[in-house]
C-alpha cells in the first residue's frame, strides 16, 4: 500500500487521455477483458461476505468514481489548505492554553492532538500536497472580512481559532473520503494484515471529536476561573436537628462572608432536605454565597441551587449537566491525578481533591494526602479545593502545595463560634493570596 499515491496518480494519467491516444510507443496489444475477468482480485472480501457487507446511502453506487488529474489537483489544494488551516489552528490554541491559561494538563492535550493531526496528514504525500499548492492564484488569498482583523481578548482568540481548528478538520474529513476512495494515501505506519488500515477519513472524524472535547474542556476552565475567582473557602454543612438551629447556623456563616456553601445531608428524608435547601437559597440570595446541593441535582433544580456536587461513585457530569443544565456549576470529587483529569475532561467546573487528612465528618480508607494536591496544582487549572481534616492549624501545610482553595465541615460548623472561625480562616486564605 505504501505507493498507492504515485500508483493512482500513473493510473489516471494513463486512463485520461484522449481517444486513440496511447501513453507511450511501446503499450503493446490491448488487453483481452477475458483475462480481466479470470485474474483473482487484489483485494477479495472474506469468504462468506459481499456487497451487502457495505451499506451505502441510498441512490448511491457501490464503486466511487474515479478523479481526473485536474479533479485531484483540487483535492490536494484542499487537504494542503484545510491541514494547514487545522495546524495552525491549534498551535494558537496551544499557545492560549500554555501561556494565558497556564495548564500543563490541557496543554498536552492539545500538543498530542496536534502530533496525531501530523501523523494522519503524514499518510497523504507531501510531495504532492507542495506541487498542488498554488497560494499566489488562489483566489481566496484576497478576500477577508472585517472581523477577521480583530479579535475581542484573548478569549476572541481561542474561539476564532478552535472553530478555525474544527471547519478544517471537517472539510479534511470530508475531501479525505475522496482520497480514501482512490486510494491516494499511504497505509498507516501501525497497520498489519491483521489488523486493517483506518481509512483516513475515519482518522480525521475522530481527531475532530477529539477537538469538540478539548474546546469544552478549555472553555468551561476558562469560565469557571471567572466564576469561581473569589471563591476560596468552601464549608460542608448538614441539615441540623431543625429549621431554626439550620437557619441559625447557615445564616451566620453567609453574614461571616463564607464564599461557598454546601448542603450535605445522609439522614434527612428527601421531603425536609427540600425544606432546608430551599431555606439556603433564600439565605445565599441575598448574598456572594454560592450555594451548592451535595449529590441531588433534582434537588439542586428544584431549590434553584448555584449547583451541585457528584462523587465518583454518583452521577455522571454528563447526566448532572442534563438535570442541571447548562449554567449550573458542577463539581466532582477526586481521588487520584487520573480522577482529577477525567472530570477536567468530562466538563467539570470545579474539583474536590482529597482526602487530604483523617476527617470525624466523612470516613476512608485510604489518603492521598498533600502530595494529590501537589500534583493537581502542578498540572490542572480548574479549580480545585482541598478536602479532608483540614484545620486552621494544617491549613499552611494545604497552602504550600499550590492548591489555594479549601473546603472545610467539621472545623467550621463544630467550632463553638462557626461564623468567627470561618472569618479566621478567611483572613488566613486572603494572607496567602496576597503573598507574591
Same mark, same amino acid.
Given at each position: 500500500?505504501?505507493?498507492?499515491?504515485?500508483?493512482?496518480?500513473?493510473?489516471?494519467?494513463? +486512463?485520461?487521455? &484522449? &481517444?486513440? #491516444?496511447?501513453?507511450?510507443?511501446d503499450r503493446g496489444p490491448e488487453a483481452d477483458p477475458r483475462e480481466a475477468e479470470q485474474r483473482p482480485h487484489p483485494n477479495p472480501l472474506p469468504e462468506g461476505e459481499g456487497n451487502s457487507a457495505v451499506s451505502l446511502p441510498e441512490g448511491e453506487g457501490t464503486s466511487p468514481a474515479s478523479l481526473q488529474v485536474g479533479e485531484r489537483i483540487g483535492v490536494?489544494?484542499?487537504?494542503?489548505?484545510?491541514?494547514?488551516?487545522?495546524? #495552525?489552528?491549534?498551535?494558537?490554541?496551544?499557545?492560549?492554553?500554555?501561556?494565558?491559561?497556564?495548564?500543563?494538563?490541557?496543554?498536552?492535550?492539545?500538543?498530542?492532538? =496536534?502530533?496525531?493531526?501530523?501523523?494522519?496528514?503524514?499518510?497523504?504525500?507531501? #510531495?504532492?500536497?507542495?506541487?498542488?499548492?498554488?497560494?499566489?492564484?488562489?483566489?481566496?488569498?484576497?478576500?477577508?472580512? %472585517?472581523?477577521?482583523? =480583530?479579535?475581542?481578548?484573548?478569549?476572541?482568540?481561542?474561539?476564532? @481559532?478552535?472553530?478555525?481548528?474544527?471547519?478544517?478538520?471537517?472539510?479534511?474529513?470530508?475531501?479525505?473520503?475522496?482520497?480514501?476512495?482512490?486510494e491516494l494515501w499511504e497505509a498507516s505506519p501501525t497497520a498489519t494484515d491483521a489488523s486493517p488500515t483506518v481509512t483516513l477519513a475515519a482518522e480525521l472524524k475522530q481527531l475532530r471529536y477529539r477537538a469538540y472535547t478539548l474546546h469544552r474542556a478549555v472553555e468551561i476552565t476558562r469560565t469557571s476561573l471567572l466564576r469561581l475567582d473569589q471563591a476560596q473557602?468552601?464549608?460542608?454543612?448538614?441539615?441540623?436537628?431543625? &429549621?431554626? /438551629?439550620?437557619?441559625?447556623?447557615?445564616?451566620?456563616?453567609?453574614?461571616?462572608?463564607?464564599?461557598?456553601? !454546601?448542603?450535605?445531608?445522609? !439522614?434527612?428524608?428527601?421531603?425536609?432536605?427540600?425544606?432546608?435547601?430551599?431555606?439556603?437559597?433564600? *439565605?445565599?440570595?441575598?448574598? @456572594? +454565597?454560592?450555594?451548592?446541593? @451535595? /449529590?441531588? &441535582?433534582? *434537588?439542586?433544580?428544584?431549590?434553584?441551587? /448555584?449547583?451541585?456536587?457528584?462523587?465518583?461513585?454518583?452521577?455522571?457530569?454528563?447526566?448532572?449537566?442534563?438535570?442541571?443544565? %447548562?449554567?449550573?456549576?458542577?463539581?466532582?470529587?477526586?481521588?487520584?491525578?487520573?480522577?482529577?483529569?477525567?472530570?477536567?475532561?468530562?466538563?467539570?467546573?470545579?474539583?474536590?481533591?482529597?482526602?487530604?487528612?483523617?476527617?470525624?465528618?466523612?470516613?476512608?480508607?485510604?489518603? %492521598?494526602?498533600?502530595?494529590?494536591?501537589?500534583?493537581?496544582?502542578?498540572?490542572? =487549572?480548574?479549580?480545585?479545593?482541598? $478536602?479532608?481534616? $483540614?484545620?486552621?492549624? @494544617?491549613?499552611?501545610?494545604?497552602?504550600?502545595?499550590? $492548591?489555594?482553595?479549601?473546603?472545610?465541615?467539621?472545623? $467550621?460548623?463544630?467550632?463553638?463560634?462557626?461564623?468567627?472561625?470561618?472569618? =479566621?480562616?478567611?483572613?488566613?486564605?486572603?494572607? #496567602?493570596?496576597?503573598?507574591?
Amino acid at each position: 500500500m505504501k505507493h498507492r499515491f504515485r500508483q493512482k496518480m500513473a493510473e489516471t494519467a494513463e +486512463t485520461s487521455l &484522449p &481517444p486513440g #491516444e496511447s501513453a507511450g510507443a511501446d503499450r503493446g496489444p490491448e488487453a483481452d477483458p477475458r483475462e480481466a475477468e479470470q485474474r483473482p482480485h487484489p483485494n477479495p472480501l472474506p469468504e462468506g461476505e459481499g456487497n451487502s457487507a457495505v451499506s451505502l446511502p441510498e441512490g448511491e453506487g457501490t464503486s466511487p468514481a474515479s478523479l481526473q488529474v485536474g479533479e485531484r489537483i483540487g483535492v490536494l489544494r484542499v487537504v494542503d489548505a484545510a491541514a494547514n488551516r487545522a495546524r #495552525e489552528g491549534l498551535r494558537a490554541v496551544e499557545d492560549y492554553v500554555r501561556f494565558v491559561l497556564d495548564d500543563r494538563h490541557l496543554t498536552g492535550q492539545c500538543k498530542q492532538l =496536534r502530533h496525531d493531526l501530523a501523523a494522519a496528514l503524514g499518510r497523504v504525500s507531501t #510531495e504532492h500536497r507542495l506541487a498542488a499548492r498554488e497560494t499566489l492564484a488562489d483566489v481566496g488569498t484576497r478576500l477577508a472580512t %472585517p472581523s477577521e482583523g =480583530r479579535r475581542e481578548g484573548t478569549a476572541g482568540v481561542l474561539t476564532a @481559532n478552535f472553530t478555525r481548528v474544527q471547519e478544517a478538520l471537517r472539510s479534511l474529513e470530508e475531501f479525505g473520503k475522496l482520497l480514501d476512495a482512490n486510494e491516494l494515501w499511504e497505509a498507516s505506519p501501525t497497520a498489519t494484515d491483521a489488523s486493517p488500515t483506518v481509512t483516513l477519513a475515519a482518522e480525521l472524524k475522530q481527531l475532530r471529536y477529539r477537538a469538540y472535547t478539548l474546546h469544552r474542556a478549555v472553555e468551561i476552565t476558562r469560565t469557571s476561573l471567572l466564576r469561581l475567582d473569589q471563591a476560596q473557602l468552601y464549608v460542608l454543612l448538614d441539615g441540623r436537628s431543625s &429549621p431554626e /438551629d439550620f437557619e441559625r447556623l447557615a445564616g451566620s456563616l453567609v453574614g461571616a462572608g463564607m464564599h461557598v456553601i !454546601q448542603l450535605r445531608d445522609k !439522614q434527612l428524608d428527601d421531603r425536609r432536605l427540600l425544606e432546608r435547601a430551599r431555606l439556603l437559597r433564600e *439565605l445565599t440570595s441575598r448574598s @456572594n +454565597t454560592l450555594f451548592i446541593m @451535595n /449529590d441531588r &441535582p433534582d *434537588l439542586a433544580v428544584l431549590s434553584r441551587a /448555584d449547583g451541585v456536587h457528584v462523587g465518583q461513585g454518583e452521577l455522571t457530569v454528563k447526566d448532572a449537566r442534563t438535570i442541571v443544565g %447548562p449554567e449550573a456549576l458542577i463539581g466532582v470529587s477526586t481521588h487520584t491525578i487520573e480522577q482529577a483529569r477525567q472530570a477536567v475532561l468530562d466538563g467539570a467546573n470545579y474539583l474536590g481533591v482529597g482526602p487530604v487528612f483523617p476527617s470525624g465528618t466523612k470516613h476512608f480508607d485510604e489518603f %492521598p494526602g498533600v502530595e494529590l494536591l501537589r500534583a493537581v496544582a502542578t498540572e490542572i =487549572r480548574l479549580p480545585a479545593f482541598a $478536602i479532608g481534616g $483540614i484545620t486552621r492549624e @494544617n491549613l499552611p501545610e494545604v497552602l504550600s502545595t499550590g $492548591i489555594a482553595r479549601v473546603a472545610v465541615a467539621g472545623a $467550621i460548623t463544630l467550632a463553638s463560634e462557626p461564623s468567627a472561625e470561618a472569618q =479566621r480562616f478567611l483572613a488566613t486564605l486572603g494572607e #496567602e493570596a496576597r503573598r507574591p
